[in-house]
């Protein structure tokens, strides 16, 4: 339930603090007091839109918090922790709201910053907030069908119908994209097939690109390089003043000296050691020289190998290992098409599988909304009655496609709340024949048989009561009050036969403070209460015969058992 209210710089109200309990709560004043200002400042806290011309003139913000108590256990409470709002121990949410001139909005969540869009996904559980709009939706035929889904307690076969549902439109989407598929099958499998062979003739192998590179580069120089080596080779081994021949007179001198200074061992078997490295250098110069020769021939297959390497990685990639990697998918992708029909195959068969648990879940939910559909309309009876509509007629219109394409996000069924106001006259939509007071009348009665049902624990009523007044207003102010045995109710009303029935009342005021308009909100008890109602019921003057009257009225409220 909603404990706490704090409304600060929100259009007519500079301060406003309420301590709230359970029950039934009214909120009355004159026209044009603020009422409904109380009842936007709550819907901005559920996540409504915010505009700069709510906060009060020359206040840069406007604060806005609420504190809600839940049930240790329930499906609000548990979606709450799963979200991370609340602690696993923790039965209580903090709601503020910042808006301020510059745009920079803020919500608070337990004093953690939060997204509005989770706010506005978390609203619709904690307080459902009912007003003209709202008895407007329930003319829609969702909202109809909705309503009578959750009198049916038929949610959760719904959700199940709902996902078996998205299975199998998903299969039949993917069956589609595998027909068109194979519509084009031939035609793609030929082009996939002439380039994967146009890759494996190629017979690409890892490095082979950087091999062939060097490989050009040595025949296309193999002149220039066997000069190189010659001349290397003659320095080192060839003619009369050799590198060889010249550290072999060094190596020679070095021995010598060792003989007569043996600390000179070191550099003679350096010197031997350098003398072999050397003769292996000449030796490879040798080789490398003998194995030189020019050839155009194999320069030739070289630079065409390179000219296809080029063309190909144009063609598939960009590199060596795109064009691998590109030969191993196609290899797949001929292997997919080649196994296409037994993959449309089976695809049939599970579109099959799937729509007909589709359909079973549909006849189930079907079957549960026809049983659902004649209980409502007995119970709404009931309910009307008690409202003194007890000559209207109600009834909830089931009809039924009961064929494959048919079937829809919430199943084949298409449901309308018919109703007759008037004797003799048919029933025909609620949409096309139901007054204000009467849709005021059907809210309450909807919201009052689906009392036991509909977990949201803060219902508010924002003048739901137009159109109605002397003794309906009397029922429906009790009908209201029974409702908050299984919400916290709370109503902005005009007329004193509700007020007279609420367990809390608070009146909205307007004054002026400091040359500035602001609305007030106060706590009524006993007289002041008593002086209210007696307001309400009329006149400039409030006479003996209006306060006995209202006095009258709360008395018997106060008997009632609750």
């Known amino acids: 339930m909603l404990t706490a209210l704090r409304i600060s710089n929100f259009a007519l109200i500079d301060e406003l603090s309420l301590e709230l309990s359970q029950g039934f709560h009214v909120l009355t004043g004159e026209t044009g007091a603020g009422k409904s200002i109380i009842v936007d400042a709550i819907a901005l806290l559920m996540g409504g839109r915010a505009s700069t011309e709510h906060i009060r003139a020359e206040a840069d913000e406007a604060v806005l918090e609420a504190a809600l108590t839940l049930p240790a256990s329930g499906p609000i409470i548990d979606r709450l922790r799963a979200n991370d709002v609340v602690g696993p121990h923790d039965t209580e949410i903090i709601v503020r709201r910042v808006l301020s001139r510059s745009g920079r909005n803020r919500i608070y969540l337990n004093g953690n910053l939060a997204p509005l869009h989770l706010l506005q996904s978390l609203a619709g559980t904690l307080i459902d907030i009912h007003g003209q709009h709202e008895q407007q939706s329930l003319l829609a035929p969702q909202a109809q069908l909705d309503v009578l889904d959750a009198f049916g307690h038929l949610k959760d076969l719904r959700a199940e119908y709902v996902t078996a549902y998205e299975v199998w439109k998903g299969c039949q989407r993917d069956l589609e994209v595998a027909t068109r598929a194979a519509d084009s099958r031939s035609e793609r499998e030929d082009l996939l097939r002439f380039q994967s062979r146009e890759l494996e003739e190629a017979d690409f192998q890892p490095g082979e690109e950087e091999t062939l590179t060097i490989e050009r580069s040595r025949l296309s120089h193999s002149r220039r390089l066997a000069e190189l080596a010659e001349m290397a080779y003659a320095v080192l081994y060839e003619g009369d003043s050799t590198v060889l021949g010249g550290l072999g007179s060094v190596g020679q001198h070095l021995r010598e000296l060792r003989q007569i200074d043996p600390r000179m061992k070191e550099l003679g078997d350096l010197s031997d050691t350098a003398m072999v490295q050397l003769r292996e250098v000449a030796a490879r110069i040798r080789d490398y020289r003998q194995e030189l020769q020019e050839d155009p021939e194999r320069l030739g297959r070289v630079?065409?190998?390179?000219?296809?390497?080029?063309?190909?990685?144009?063609?598939?990639?960009?590199?060596?290992?795109?064009?691998?990697?590109?030969?191993?998918?196609?290899?797949?992708?001929?292997?997919?098409?080649?196994?296409?029909?037994?993959?449309?195959?089976?695809?049939?068969?599970?579109?099959?599988?799937?729509?007909?648990?589709?359909?079973?879940?549909?006849?189930?939910?079907?079957?549960?909304?026809?049983?659902?559909?004649?209980?409502?309309?007995?119970?709404?009876?009931?309910?009307?009655?008690?409202?003194?509509?007890?000559?209207?007629?109600?009834?909830?219109?089931?009809?039924?496609?009961?064929?494959?394409?048919?079937?829809?996000?919430?199943?084949?069924?298409?449901?309308?709340?018919?109703?007759?106001?008037?004797?003799?006259?048919?029933?025909?939509?609620?949409?096309?024949?139901?007054?204000?007071?009467?849709?005021?009348?059907?809210?309450?009665?909807?919201?009052?048989?689906?009392?036991?049902?509909?977990?949201?624990?803060?219902?508010?009523?924002?003048?739901?009561?137009?159109?109605?007044?002397?003794?309906?207003?009397?029922?429906?102010?009790?009908?209201?009050?029974?409702?908050?045995?299984?919400?916290?109710?709370?109503?902005?009303?005009?007329?004193?036969?509700?007020?007279?029935?609420?367990?809390?009342?608070?009146?909205?005021?307007?004054?002026?403070?400091?040359?500035?308009?602001?609305?007030?909100?106060?706590?009524?008890?006993?007289?002041?209460?008593?002086?209210?109602?007696?307001?309400?019921?009329?006149?400039?003057?409030?006479?003996?015969?209006?306060?006995?009257?209202?006095?009258?009225?709360?008395?018997?409220?106060?008997?009632?058992?609750?």
């Open 303 to 562: 630079e065409d190998r390179l000219a296809l390497i080029q063309r190909l990685k144009k063609k598939y990639g960009g590199s060596m290992d795109a064009l691998l990697a590109r030969a191993q998918e196609l290899k797949q992708e001929i292997e997919a098409l080649t196994n296409a029909d037994t993959h449309l195959a089976e695809l049939k068969n599970r579109v099959s599988r799937e729509g007909g648990r589709v359909q079973q879940l549909a006849q189930r939910l079907s079957e549960g909304r026809k049983g659902a559909a004649a209980k409502l309309d007995h119970r709404v009876k009931q309910e009307l009655g008690a409202l003194r509509m007890d000559r209207t007629r109600f009834q909830t219109e089931l009809a039924s496609d009961r064929d494959m394409t048919a079937l829809g996000p919430v199943g084949w069924d298409r449901v309308e709340f018919l109703f007759s106001a008037n004797q003799g006259e048919p029933l025909l939509p609620l949409a096309r024949v139901a007054s204000g007071g009467e849709l005021s009348r059907m809210m309450l009665a909807m919201k009052t048989v689906l009392a036991e049902t509909d977990h949201v624990p803060v219902l508010i009523f924002d003048e739901v009561d137009a159109g109605v007044g002397g003794a309906v207003a009397a029922v429906m102010g009790k009908r209201l009050r029974a409702l908050a045995r299984y919400h916290q109710v709370f109503c902005i009303t005009h007329l004193p036969q509700i007020a007279a029935q609420a367990e809390s009342h608070f009146v909205v005021e307007k004054e002026v403070a400091k040359k500035r308009t602001v609305t007030r909100v106060r706590r009524l008890e006993a007289k002041a209460r008593q002086e209210e109602v007696a307001r309400m019921l009329g006149g400039l003057a409030i006479t003996k015969a209006m306060r006995d009257t209202a006095a009258d009225m709360l008395g018997e409220a106060e008997r009632q058992p609750s």
